[in-house]
């Protein structure tokens, strides 16, 4: 029955198509309901019940009553990431207000830490909403822009920062934008055959650029490069780590 499967909110940038690959081609995404939203939109619908596995930002983690990381992914990056961005159009030591983009909780976070404690910088910060004109702003601001928009927008703006690079810098971590967080116990057997799923996109990168690099914005070895050189999947302990630092960074601020 369609009411009894598991709901699962995956994200629904470049960065999530090995995830949708391994889910598809396996048949998995069969047994599930599957649904790709913005990453603050697959925390809102986890944290209200609407779906029961969500690949949320890591900001969002504290705002759940309890919560399971119930897989060995995530989206991750070890320096520069291309696609959580801080952009302006006047030098930095010039920027006195920043817009923060309404679809990630982590990426304004991390803006935040990072002007804390690697600029040593106090901003005006501006929340938006989907009605925002990112390439419409003032001189002496900037935008925190995430997602595959970077990569088109990015050349409209002269002044580029990358903040996984900026954290790289700050902690020697990489960075964990997201991970598979469940808000309930669930069957070993059933996480065992999601993993599985997921592994199966990541580790045929190839095959997945084959069936995504012709749609969206970043295409073909722009993609391949993207999923290879500047993203990475693997919640490993130095992607644990990075997630427990940012819980800590969190509250200070």
């Known amino acids: 029955m369609e009411s009894s499967k598991i709901r699962i909110s995956a994200v629904k940038y470049a960065n999530t198509y090995p995830f949708i690959y391994g889910l598809t081609e396996t048949g998995f995404d069969r047994k599930v309901i599957l649904e790709t939203d913005h990453p603050s939109d697959c925390a809102a619908k986890l944290i209200s019940n609407r779906a029961d596995i969500g690949l949320i930002p890591v900001a969002a983690l504290p705002l759940m009553e309890k919560y399971h990381i119930i897989t060995d992914f995530c989206l991750g990056a070890y320096g520069k ?10 030098p930095f030591e010039d920027i006195r207000s920043v817009n923060l983009d309404y679809r990630s909780r982590s990426s304004v976070t991390l803006a935040k830490i990072l002007a804390k404690k690697a ?45 996984a690079e900026e954290w790289y810098r700050l902690t020697g971590l990489p960075f964990t934008f997201a991970c598979w967080t469940s808000n309930k116990e669930l069957d070993k057997d059933f996480l065992e055959d999601f993993n599985n799923a997921l592994a199966a996109g990541v580790n045929d990168i190839p095959a997945v650029v084959r069936k995504y690099g012709r749609t969206g ?3 073909g070895e722009n993609l391949r490069i993207y999923l290879t050189e500047n993203m990475s999947f693997a919640l490993n ?15 200070e601020i």
């Open 237 to 251: 302990d130095d992607k644990r780590k990075a997630i427990k630092l940012f819980l800590e960074y969190m509250t």
């Open 217 to 219: 914005v970043i295409q």
């Open 81 to 90: 990431v291309r696609t959580v961005m801080l952009l302006s159009n006047c």
């Open 119 to 163: 600029w040593k910088r106090e901003f005006l910060w501006t929340d938006t909403s989907e009605k925002f004109d990112f390439m419409n702003i003032a001189a002496d601001e900037a935008v925190v822009l995430i997602g595959d928009q970077c990569f088109e927008l990015e050349q409209y703006y002269k002044y580029r920062t990358d903040l």
